[in-house]
């Protein structure tokens, strides 16, 4: 499974971005996706995931009610709709795709995830 992300930029506080995630390979509609992100000096941290079943989404406590992440298998892309965004979501932001055997399972722990994009970079600043 291949992933390319894109999206991100600069935007002050309060303000919104959408990223995306383009995903290639001919199993990857099989796998559970989810974004992470890391700031400098700190681990990855999960954000938000969705089971390959797409009926199940799960949001880190900091982004819910701001993050909404979303897939839409026909175009191949996953997104992570960010609203309300503060300082403190600067980071670099990563999708990343895992198996579970269970369809409507995702997490959002890092050794559970195979398929790591490059990162695209978001900063919060006014």
């Known amino acids: 499974v291949h992933l390319v992300e894109s999206g991100g930029g600069l935007v002050q506080p309060g303000g919104s971005l959408r990223l995306s995630c383009a995903t290639s390979?001919?199993?990857?509609?099989?796998?559970?996706v989810a974004w992470f992100r890391q700031a400098p000096g700190k681990e990855r941290e999960g954000v938000a995931c969705?089971?390959?079943?797409?009926?199940?989404?799960y949001y880190a406590d900091f982004v819910k009610g701001r993050f909404t992440i979303s897939r839409d298998k026909a175009k191949g892309t996953m997104y992570l709709q960010t609203n309300s965004l503060k300082p403190e979501d600067t980071a670099v932001y990563y999708c990343?795709?895992?198996?579970?055997?269970?369809?409507?399972?995702?997490?959002?722990?890092?050794?559970?995830?195979?398929?790591w994009g490059q990162g695209t970079q978001v900063t919060v600043s006014s």
């Open positions: 969705i089971s390959s079943s797409d009926d199940n989404t």
């Open positions: 390979g001919s199993s990857s509609d099989f796998y559970a």
């Open positions: 990343t795709a895992g198996y579970y055997t269970d369809s409507l399972r995702c997490g959002l722990v890092v050794d559970e995830y195979d398929y």
